[in-house]
């Protein structure tokens, strides 16, 4: 398999941010790849840079040096307006923190990312709030869903577009262990049915462990 038939390679990715003491390395010397239908599980101890890989991944942040590939495009090498693209239109995240929209309900809220990439599929949407359990939710407004609820509407909004590849943060962190497990439950089983590939970034080995495969970032770099 070739590069440009990867959803996800990071080759020899670095970044340091600057310190109160001077420049702080985060990573250093990164690299990875996830093919279509691969799922990686990302742990770390806090502060170990998973989420600085993962926005890197996103191109939400840019690498000192290296190379972010998405289906073989280098991403670091784009502009803004490219990276919003890549991110539009190839890629999604679900994040710790929901971000849904206050004032969208929520079969409008999944619909957003895929209206905004031009494919949009009302029954593919239709069957995300069905397989999630949000068929009877569709026309409610997130502030009056559990927590559980909103992140399953988070994972539908991700996956509506098709993506290949599925970047998440954390998805879980804010659930009760029973929630959490369900929603990941459906997560892989519908990121599965999709294709994508998956990064999962967990401080959770337990969680960890459901994915096909496992790394650990230590010191900036993966053991």
């Known amino acids: 398999m070739t590069e440009t038939d990867l959803p996800l390679a990071l080759e020899s990715v670095t970044k340091t941010f600057a310190g109160p003491d001077g420049p702080l390395p985060v990573l ?3 690299s990875l790849a996830l093919g279509a239908g691969e799922t990686l599980a990302l742990t770390g101890e806090s502060g170990s840079g998973k989420s600085t890989l993962l926005h890197l ?3 939400l942040e840019t690498p000192d040096s290296g190379a972010v590939l998405i289906d073989g495009a280098d991403i670091a090498a784009l502009d803004d307006a490219g990276r919003a693209a890549i991110r539009r239109e190839r890629l999604a995240i679900v994040f710790q923190q929901f971000n849904l929209i206050p004032s969208l309900d929520v079969a ?3 619909a957003f990312q895929a209206r905004l990439a031009g494919r949009h599929d009302p029954d593919w949407t239709a069957r995300l709030l069905e397989r999630l359990g949000l068929a009877d939710q569709a026309r409610k407004y997130p502030e009056v869903l559990s927590g559980g609820q909103q992140q399953r509407v988070a994972i539908a ?3 509506a577009p098709r993506p290949g590849l599925v970047l998440a943060d954390e998805p879980t962190g804010n659930l009760d262990e029973d929630t959490g497990d369900r929603v ?3 997560m892989l089983e519908l990121v599965a049915e999709a294709n994508a590939a998956l990064l999962l970034v967990t401080h959770s080995s ?3 462990e ?7 970032l230590s010191h900036g770099v993966l053991a």
């Open 157 to 159: 909004r991700a996956l």
């Open 206 to 208: 337990r969680l960890a």
């Open 28 to 30: 250093s010397g990164v």
């Open 108 to 110: 409008a809220n999944v």
């Open 57 to 59: 991944a996103a191109g």
């Open 210 to 216: 459901r994915a096909g495969a496992r790394a650990h």
């Open 184 to 186: 990941l439950d459906l």
